[in-house]
């Protein structure tokens, strides 16, 4: 069965990065894209961006630009989301998603990894 | 940017009664690129609706997705107790938006 499985709860300082990562199994990992949405506490959700799992390729939402990098180890059939620069506005759980296509819906998603910034 | 706005925020509802979500783009989502989902407390989002209508493996049919363009809805023909959640639709084009989302809670 397909199973993304997230790292753990992060508290970081801001100024801090933090990298999550999301290991996939269940499925061959390079024929989907990986996408991260976060939700911040008692909000909605946020799209974060998609990297492909076959060729790399990334598309990030523009006001992450320059702070966010996806990347991922076929070798081990893990994504990996990194932030920069944290601010205390980055406290969110954040999840990673299965994609489907250049262009697709999100069917499975991971349990979620809690960050928190604080001073 | 695609901007998602869902109404009513709030739908106070009983089991067995009808649930009609509703869902407007700023502008018109190109072929249908559009998707529903269910988050309960705690829990991560789960997939419902694709392609607008389409439902997702393993979704009773009490739920159904319609619409076109900038105007969709998400129904749940008899709410069931669980029910009860939280429900996002998305836009999946090249940059995809989440709308604010609707509860739906019990009466």
């Known amino acids: 069965q397909v199973q993304l499985v997230q790292s753990g709860a992060e508290v970081k300082k801001p100024g801090a990065s933090v990298k999550v990562s999301c290991k996939a199994s269940g499925y061959t990992f390079t024929s989907y894209g990986i996408s991260w949405v976060r939700q911040a506490p008692g909000q909605g959700l946020e799209w974060m961006g998609w990297?492909?799992?076959?060729?790399?390729?990334?598309n990030y939402a523009q006001k992450l630009q320059g702070r966010v990098t996806m990347t991922t180890d076929t070798s081990t059939s893990t994504a990996y989301m990194e932030l920069r620069s944290l601010r205390s506005d980055d406290t969110a759980v954040y999840y990673c998603?299965?994609?489907?296509?250049?262009?697709?819906?999100?069917?499975?998603w991971g349990q979620g990894t809690l960050v928190t910034v604080s001073s | 940017e695609i901007v998602l706005t869902q109404s009513p925020g709030t739908l106070s509802l009983s089991p067995g009664e009808r649930a009609t979500l509703s869902c407007r783009a700023s502008q018109s989502v190109s072929s249908s690129y559009l998707a529903w989902y269910q988050q309960k407390p705690g829990q991560a989002p789960r997939l419902l609706i694709y392609?607008?209508?389409s439902r997702a493996t393993g979704i009773p049919d009490r739920f159904s997705g319609s619409g076109s363009g900038t105007d969709f809805t998400l129904t749940i023909s008899r709410l069931e107790p669980e029910d009860f959640a939280v429900y996002y639709c998305q836009q999946y084009g090249s940059s995809p938006t989440f709308g604010q989302g609707t509860k739906v809670e019990i009466k």
């Open positions: 392609g607008a209508s």
């Open positions: 990297i492909s799992a076959y060729n790399g390729n990334t």
């Open positions: 998603a299965r994609k489907w296509g250049s262009s697709g819906w999100y069917d499975y």
